[in-house]
């Protein structure tokens, strides 16, 4: 109408009169005006959201990033790790319009066969899964996955301080050597590091399973000078740690096809997922229980703190 020669002021008179109330000033408001900063930064965060969920692969096939395995409160995290200035309202209206969702957990099957005859360790954790310094506190325990070839068995043995992996070991068989070759492992990579194990200061907890009761880890354990610590009877949460860890492997890694595309088939199929799996949640998953960083960082700060020595310029 107004291209036909009519002024605004008549438009919005003629409106107002059909019901459809509206002043001169308020069209021209909405003429001049530009989009809303939410709008705006909506917009950023979508951008955002979808270049850290997805990437492509060398087929130009959409691919999940491990990233993408997050949920609302890791993803803001994670953002405002990379600069963006992002919100929890706005990560979230941003995951609803892609129609993203983190991972979710699955139940638990229960795999710890206790040996009545086994000689059980005391419990020195008490289900209090904290430490004051790396090396302090191990919390070990093995899962297993389904393969074409048969079932593989995969332990992790993890630092309560700041929730590393500090090693993890996979076989085919629940012999005792699928806990034995975890912990030297552990040991050795931590002396690697340059910062060893000191005798007679580290607590080794684990289940009752016939593997962390046997005469091979109790004598490992012995000649180590580490504490064995075993969790109490008929207590769901006596290794609770460990086992959210295994949650966190079965879920975000076995049952995604971010580490591993396809089905596993051998025991190497395991292997190759479960390291890049590990190398990611060392150094940069961001866990809630350290202050949203990733692991491997949170030790290096600890570290970091006790060099206070002043360095030339």
Known sequence: MRDEGFAVESICRVLT??????????????????????????????????????????????????????????????LRRLGHEVTPGSVDRAMKLLGHNGIRRCRKIRTT????????????????FTASEPNELWCT????????????YVAFIVDVYSRLIVSWHAQTGRE??????????????????????????????????????STALTDDLALQKIWPSIGSVGDAYDNALIESVNGLYKTECIHTTVFHAGP??????????????????????????????????????????????????
């Open 17 to 78: 009169e059909q019901g459809c109330k509206i002043a001169a000033r308020t069209y021209r408001a909405w003429r001049s005006a530009g989009p809303a900063k939410r709008t705006v930064s909506d917009a950023r965060t979508v951008d955002a959201v979808r270049d850290t969920v997805w990437t492509t692969d060398d087929h130009g096939r959409r691919k999940l990033t491990p990233e993408g395995l997050y949920g609302r409160s890791k993803l803001t995290a994670h």
């Open 264 to 313: 596993y088939k051998t025991l190497s199929d395991v292997e190759f997922a479960t390291s890049a799996w590990v190398a990611w949640y060392n150094n940069d998953r961001l866990h809630s229980s350290i202050g949203m960083v990733p692991p491997a960082e949170f030790e290096s700060t600890y570290y970091a703190a006790l060099n206070r020595e002043l360095h030339p310029v």
């Open 113 to 128: 066969i206790p040996d009545p005859d086994g000689v059980r360790a005391e419990d020195l954790v008490d289900r209090d």
């Open 176 to 213: 005792a050597d699928l806990v034995t070759t975890p912990l030297r492992m552990a040991l050795w990579w931590r002396r690697h590091q340059g910062h060893p194990v000191r005798a007679g200061r580290l607590i080794h907890h684990s289940d009752a399973g016939t593997q962390y009761t």
């Open 141 to 152: 325990d093995f899962t297993y996955v389904r393969t074409w070839s048969g079932w593989v």
